[in-house]
């Protein structure tokens, strides 16, 4: 069954630096999404894409994060500049967006900010 | 707007009695259901959806739930659980038809002793 591929499975990065977080979801879908969870609490969104654009943002999404597909198989987060409170684990998903279709989820990257 | 409450934070069961993992919601439209299992260091993976047609649906290892509007609920069962059933459970909600942002409940710890 295809799946939803994030890399890396862990990052570590100093306060201030940029971080990339590598997607690749499922080849047919065409929605997709970035969640995060804080160590402890819940699952929250961050973004929705589709059709090469932001369909939706979280007020957790500000000027320091953006996202890009910047070919036909991989959906990219950046922090420009992190802070201690980032660190957490980034989930990305993918739908068709048909009803009902659920979103599948990857592993998760742990980012941790130093 | 949308929620959903999950009214056990850490569950705790015998392997082979029954499972019970509660879950009330909250919407404004008509929902779709999710519940979505994740073990220690995994991605989110779906156990099962309701999207307004049957009220039982059945998941996958054995798992399943009922929607009931009367009660706004979404109750995780299994008759007998295993060893391998100890995951973090997450109940999830989104307006039925659409590739909406999902709404996470705070999860549900299930714990399963010999």
């Known amino acids: 069954e295809p799946e939803v591929t994030q890399t890396p499975s862990h990052q570590v990065t100093q306060m201030g630096q940029e971080v990339i977080l590598r997607c690749v979801p499922i080849s047919n879908h065409l929605y997709f999404y970035w969640y995060r969870q804080i160590l402890g609490q819940k699952v929250e969104f961050l973004v929705s894409f589709y059709n090469n654009e932001i369909s939706e943002k979280s007020e957790i999404f500000d000027d320091q994060f953006s996202v890009e597909r910047p070919d036909g198989s991989n959906f990219t987060l950046k922090i420009r500049s992190t802070k201690l409170e980032d660190s957490a684990m980034y989930f990305c998903a993918s739908t068709y967006g048909r009803e009902g279709s659920p979103l599948h989820f990857g592993n998760g990257t742990r980012l941790t900010v130093t | 707007a949308q929620s959903v409450t999950q009214l056990d934070s850490h569950v705790s069961v015998s392997e082979g009695t029954p499972v019970l993992l509660r879950c009330n919601y909250s919407s404004s439209y008509s929902p779709s259901l999710f519940w979505y299992v994740q073990h220690p260091n995994k991605g989110l993976q779906l156990l099962l959806k309701y999207t307004s047609a049957a009220t039982l649906v059945k998941g996958i290892n054995g798992f399943e739930a009922e929607f009931k509007k009367s009660e706004t609920s979404f109750h995780l069962t299994k008759p007998s659980a295993h060893m391998s059933d100890a995951a973090e459970y997450f109940c999830?909600?989104?307006?039925?038809?659409?590739?909406?942002?999902?709404?996470f409940g705070t999860g549900t710890r299930l714990q399963v002793t010999l």
């Open positions: 999830v909600v989104t307006p039925t038809g659409t590739a909406s942002k999902l709404t």
